[in-house]
């Protein structure tokens, strides 16, 4: 049986249509593709350093020592240097602990602490060279 030309038309067009929808989604995910792979890095490419960053590490009260200075507290995570710094009297423990883990300058301190800038950076220097005995003698 012959089929008449309107149902040829008709394929036709549905021909047409099909090859036009599955051309467009061959498109579309060939650009789908290559936008990722200009934003997605495999994790096997990324390097240590990178995946640190991206990375939380949870803290426990027992990785650090908490040194209470002037109502702040400042958490020193390294033990060698804990035990030097508890072996310091106060004043020069404070004046370290301002100026190295709080960032403060010597200014900064010196008014905290009603103290002369000079004076804090005499106590700063003097310590730091005790403290590197200290841990030297470890």
Excluded: W
């Amino acid at each position: 049986m012959k089929s008449s030309s309107f149902q040829q038309a008709i394929q036709a067009q549905f021909d047409c249509l099909t090859k036009k929808v599955i051309k467009r989604a061959a498109m579309k995910y060939n650009r789908d593709i290559s936008r990722r792979l200009k934003h997605e890095v495999p994790f096997s490419e990324i390097s240590d350093l990178e995946l640190n960053k991206a990375g939380v590490y949870d803290r426990y009260s027992s990785d650090y020592t908490a040194f209470n200075v002037l109502g702040m507290e400042v958490q020193v995570s390294d033990d060698q240097l804990s035990k030097a710094l508890k072996c310091l009297p106060e004043r020069k423990r404070n004046i370290i602990l301002l100026s190295y883990f709080m960032d403060m300058s010597d200014a900064e301190i010196g008014e905290l602490m009603n103290v002369v800038r000079t004076t804090v950076y005499r106590h700063r220097t003097s310590t730091l060279e005790e403290l590197r005995k200290m841990m030297e003698e470890e």
